[in-house]
T-cell receptor
Framework: AQTVTQSQPEMSVQEAETVTLSCTYDTSESDYYLFWYKQPPSRQMILVIRQEAYKQQNATENRFSVNFQKAAKSFSLKISDSQLGDAAMYFCAYRSPYNNNDMRFGAGTRLTVKP | AAGVIQSPRHLIKEKRETATLKCYPIPRHDTVYWYQQGPGQDPQFLISFYEKMQSDKGSIPDRFSAQQFSDYHSELNMSSLELGDSALYFC??????????????FGPGTRLTVL
Protein backbone atom coordinates (compact mmCIF):
# COMPACT_ATOMS: atom_id res chain seq x y z
CA ALA A 1 0.00 0.00 0.00
CA GLN A 2 1.15 3.49 -0.74
CA THR A 3 2.27 5.66 2.16
CA VAL A 4 2.95 9.36 2.29
CA THR A 5 5.42 10.83 4.77
CA GLN A 6 5.77 14.45 5.79
CA SER A 7 8.73 14.58 8.13
CA GLN A 8 8.27 18.19 9.23
CA PRO A 9 5.36 18.56 11.67
CA GLU A 10 5.96 22.31 11.85
CA MET A 11 7.81 24.91 9.80
CA SER A 12 8.09 28.64 10.02
CA VAL A 13 9.14 31.29 7.52
CA GLN A 14 9.61 35.02 7.55
CA GLU A 15 7.21 36.99 5.42
CA ALA A 16 8.53 37.49 1.86
CA GLU A 17 11.03 34.66 2.21
CA THR A 18 11.01 31.18 0.69
CA VAL A 19 10.21 27.92 2.44
CA THR A 20 10.27 24.31 1.27
CA LEU A 21 7.98 21.63 2.67
CA SER A 22 9.09 18.02 2.29
CA CYS A 23 7.09 15.01 1.22
CA THR A 24 8.17 11.49 0.38
CA TYR A 25 6.04 8.56 -0.64
CA ASP A 26 6.32 4.87 -1.12
CA THR A 27 4.80 3.13 -4.12
CA SER A 28 5.46 0.35 -6.59
CA GLU A 29 3.38 2.04 -9.26
CA SER A 30 4.97 3.94 -12.13
CA ASP A 31 2.04 6.16 -12.89
CA TYR A 32 0.27 8.21 -10.23
CA TYR A 33 -0.76 11.70 -9.16
CA LEU A 34 0.57 13.88 -6.38
CA PHE A 35 -1.10 16.84 -4.76
CA TRP A 36 -0.47 19.50 -2.18
CA TYR A 37 -3.53 20.71 -0.28
CA LYS A 38 -3.64 23.66 2.09
CA GLN A 39 -5.88 23.71 5.16
CA PRO A 40 -6.07 27.16 6.80
CA PRO A 41 -7.66 27.73 10.21
CA SER A 42 -11.07 27.69 8.51
CA ARG A 43 -10.36 23.94 7.94
CA GLN A 44 -11.28 24.22 4.26
CA MET A 45 -9.14 21.90 2.12
CA ILE A 46 -7.78 23.93 -0.77
CA LEU A 47 -5.88 22.46 -3.71
CA VAL A 48 -2.51 24.14 -4.09
CA ILE A 49 -0.82 22.19 -6.85
CA ARG A 50 -1.03 18.93 -8.80
CA GLN A 51 1.68 16.81 -10.42
CA GLU A 52 1.30 13.90 -12.81
CA ALA A 53 4.08 11.36 -12.35
CA TYR A 54 4.52 10.74 -16.07
CA LYS A 55 5.35 14.42 -16.60
CA GLN A 56 8.96 15.28 -15.85
CA GLN A 57 8.33 19.01 -15.72
CA ASN A 58 7.73 20.32 -12.24
CA ALA A 59 4.30 21.88 -11.71
CA THR A 60 4.10 25.58 -10.89
CA GLU A 61 1.22 27.75 -9.71
CA ASN A 62 2.23 31.36 -9.17
CA ARG A 63 4.34 31.44 -5.98
CA PHE A 64 4.01 27.69 -5.46
CA SER A 65 6.22 25.18 -7.20
CA VAL A 66 7.23 21.60 -6.65
CA ASN A 67 10.45 19.68 -6.89
CA PHE A 68 9.36 16.28 -8.12
CA GLN A 69 12.09 13.63 -7.94
CA LYS A 70 10.46 10.44 -9.18
CA ALA A 71 13.42 8.15 -8.61
CA ALA A 72 13.79 9.40 -5.06
CA LYS A 73 9.99 9.39 -4.55
CA SER A 74 10.15 12.93 -3.31
CA PHE A 75 7.65 15.73 -3.88
CA SER A 76 8.56 18.93 -2.06
CA LEU A 77 6.60 22.17 -2.17
CA LYS A 78 8.37 25.50 -2.45
CA ILE A 79 6.54 28.66 -1.45
CA SER A 80 8.22 31.83 -2.66
CA ASP A 81 7.62 35.33 -1.33
CA SER A 82 5.68 33.92 1.61
CA GLN A 83 2.60 35.84 2.68
CA LEU A 84 0.73 35.89 5.97
CA GLY A 85 -2.18 34.17 4.22
CA ASP A 86 0.02 31.18 3.47
CA ALA A 87 -0.09 30.18 7.11
CA ALA A 88 -1.92 26.85 7.20
CA MET A 89 -1.59 23.11 7.50
CA TYR A 90 -0.21 21.65 4.29
CA PHE A 91 -1.01 18.09 3.29
CA CYS A 92 0.80 16.09 0.65
CA ALA A 93 -1.40 13.49 -1.05
CA TYR A 94 -0.89 10.54 -3.39
CA ARG A 95 -3.50 9.19 -5.74
CA SER A 96 -3.29 5.99 -7.73
CA PRO A 97 -4.83 5.87 -11.19
CA TYR A 98 -5.44 2.15 -10.73
CA ASN A 99 -7.53 2.54 -7.64
CA ASN A 100 -9.96 5.27 -8.43
CA ASN A 101 -10.45 6.49 -4.92
CA ASP A 102 -7.30 5.63 -3.14
CA MET A 103 -6.00 9.05 -2.15
CA ARG A 104 -3.56 8.89 0.73
CA PHE A 105 -2.59 11.91 2.77
CA GLY A 106 0.53 12.63 4.76
CA ALA A 107 0.28 13.72 8.38
CA GLY A 108 0.61 17.38 7.42
CA THR A 109 3.06 20.23 8.06
CA ARG A 110 1.90 23.28 9.97
CA LEU A 111 3.40 26.40 8.39
CA THR A 112 3.69 29.61 10.39
CA VAL A 113 4.47 32.88 8.61
CA LYS A 114 6.15 35.53 10.73
CA PRO A 115 5.59 39.20 9.90
CA ALA B 1 -16.74 29.23 -9.91
CA ALA B 2 -19.13 26.90 -8.12
CA GLY B 3 -17.66 24.81 -5.36
CA VAL B 4 -18.67 21.74 -3.40
CA ILE B 5 -21.45 22.53 -0.95
CA GLN B 6 -21.88 20.70 2.32
CA SER B 7 -24.67 21.01 4.83
CA PRO B 8 -24.94 21.49 7.66
CA ARG B 9 -21.64 23.17 8.45
CA HIS B 10 -21.91 22.31 12.12
CA LEU B 11 -23.88 19.58 13.84
CA ILE B 12 -24.18 18.62 17.47
CA LYS B 13 -25.67 15.27 18.40
CA GLU B 14 -25.98 13.08 21.46
CA LYS B 15 -24.56 9.57 21.72
CA ARG B 16 -26.66 6.93 19.99
CA GLU B 17 -28.45 9.51 17.85
CA THR B 18 -28.36 9.58 14.05
CA ALA B 19 -27.01 12.23 11.73
CA THR B 20 -27.29 12.93 8.01
CA LEU B 21 -24.68 14.95 6.17
CA LYS B 22 -25.33 16.27 2.70
CA CYS B 23 -22.97 17.04 -0.16
CA TYR B 24 -23.65 18.82 -3.43
CA PRO B 25 -20.81 18.32 -5.90
CA ILE B 26 -19.49 20.82 -8.37
CA PRO B 27 -21.82 20.90 -11.40
CA ARG B 28 -20.98 18.20 -13.98
CA HIS B 29 -18.85 16.30 -11.48
CA ASP B 30 -19.95 12.67 -11.42
CA THR B 31 -17.92 11.31 -8.51
CA VAL B 32 -18.30 12.07 -4.83
CA TYR B 33 -15.97 11.09 -2.01
CA TRP B 34 -16.40 11.24 1.76
CA TYR B 35 -13.51 11.74 4.18
CA GLN B 36 -13.30 11.89 7.95
CA GLN B 37 -10.69 14.08 9.64
CA GLY B 38 -10.26 13.62 13.37
CA PRO B 39 -8.58 16.28 15.53
CA GLY B 40 -4.95 16.69 14.53
CA GLN B 41 -5.19 13.97 11.91
CA ASP B 42 -5.07 13.75 8.15
CA PRO B 43 -8.27 13.01 6.22
CA GLN B 44 -9.23 9.37 6.00
CA PHE B 45 -11.19 8.06 3.05
CA LEU B 46 -14.60 6.63 3.91
CA ILE B 47 -16.52 5.88 0.72
CA SER B 48 -17.07 7.09 -2.83
CA PHE B 49 -19.67 7.03 -5.56
CA TYR B 50 -19.39 7.21 -9.31
CA GLU B 51 -22.49 7.75 -11.40
CA LYS B 52 -24.72 6.98 -8.41
CA MET B 53 -23.07 3.62 -7.73
CA GLN B 54 -20.72 2.93 -4.84
CA SER B 55 -17.28 2.71 -6.36
CA ASP B 56 -15.00 2.17 -3.41
CA LYS B 57 -15.09 1.74 0.33
CA GLY B 58 -12.47 2.78 2.83
CA SER B 59 -12.50 2.82 6.60
CA ILE B 60 -16.22 3.44 6.95
CA PRO B 61 -17.89 1.90 10.01
CA ASP B 62 -20.85 -0.41 9.47
CA ARG B 63 -22.97 2.14 11.36
CA PHE B 64 -22.49 4.54 8.48
CA SER B 65 -24.06 4.36 5.07
CA ALA B 66 -24.15 6.65 2.10
CA GLN B 67 -25.70 7.04 -1.28
CA GLN B 68 -25.60 9.25 -4.33
CA PHE B 69 -28.85 10.46 -5.84
CA SER B 70 -29.97 11.07 -9.40
CA ASP B 71 -28.95 14.74 -9.16
CA TYR B 72 -25.47 13.56 -8.03
CA HIS B 73 -25.77 14.92 -4.53
CA SER B 74 -24.76 12.52 -1.81
CA GLU B 75 -25.79 11.88 1.78
CA LEU B 76 -23.80 10.25 4.53
CA ASN B 77 -26.01 8.64 7.15
CA MET B 78 -24.52 7.96 10.54
CA SER B 79 -26.35 5.94 13.17
CA SER B 80 -25.70 4.98 16.79
CA LEU B 81 -23.29 7.88 17.06
CA GLU B 82 -20.29 7.47 19.34
CA LEU B 83 -18.05 10.06 20.94
CA GLY B 84 -15.26 8.99 18.59
CA ASP B 85 -17.34 10.00 15.59
CA SER B 86 -16.70 13.65 16.46
CA ALA B 87 -14.71 14.91 13.51
CA LEU B 88 -14.69 17.08 10.43
CA TYR B 89 -16.38 15.32 7.54
CA PHE B 90 -15.32 16.38 4.08
CA CYS B 91 -17.03 15.73 0.82
CA UNK B 92 -15.01 16.04 -2.37
CA UNK B 93 -16.03 15.76 -6.00
CA UNK B 94 -14.29 15.13 -9.28
CA UNK B 95 -15.04 14.51 -12.93
CA UNK B 96 -13.87 11.18 -14.27
CA UNK B 97 -12.71 12.04 -17.75
CA UNK B 98 -11.91 8.45 -18.66
CA UNK B 99 -8.69 8.32 -16.70
CA UNK B 100 -8.73 7.98 -12.93
CA UNK B 101 -6.75 10.54 -11.02
CA UNK B 102 -8.52 13.77 -11.81
CA UNK B 103 -8.33 16.25 -9.02
CA UNK B 104 -10.67 16.04 -6.06
CA UNK B 105 -12.14 19.36 -4.97
CA PHE B 106 -13.15 19.54 -1.35
CA GLY B 107 -16.13 21.13 0.28
CA PRO B 108 -15.86 23.24 3.45
CA GLY B 109 -16.62 20.26 5.67
CA THR B 110 -19.25 19.48 8.30
CA ARG B 111 -18.05 19.61 11.86
CA LEU B 112 -19.84 16.92 13.85
CA THR B 113 -19.70 16.99 17.61
CA VAL B 114 -21.07 14.04 19.54
CA LEU B 115 -21.82 14.73 23.21
Amino acid sequence: AQTVTQSQPEMSVQEAETVTLSCTYDTSESDYYLFWYKQPPSRQMILVIRQEAYKQQNATENRFSVNFQKAAKSFSLKISDSQLGDAAMYFCAYRSPYNNNDMRFGAGTRLTVKP
Amino acid sequence: AAGVIQSPRHLIKEKRETATLKCYPIPRHDTVYWYQQGPGQDPQFLISFYEKMQSDKGSIPDRFSAQQFSDYHSELNMSSLELGDSALYFCASSFQSGRAGDTQYFGPGTRLTVL
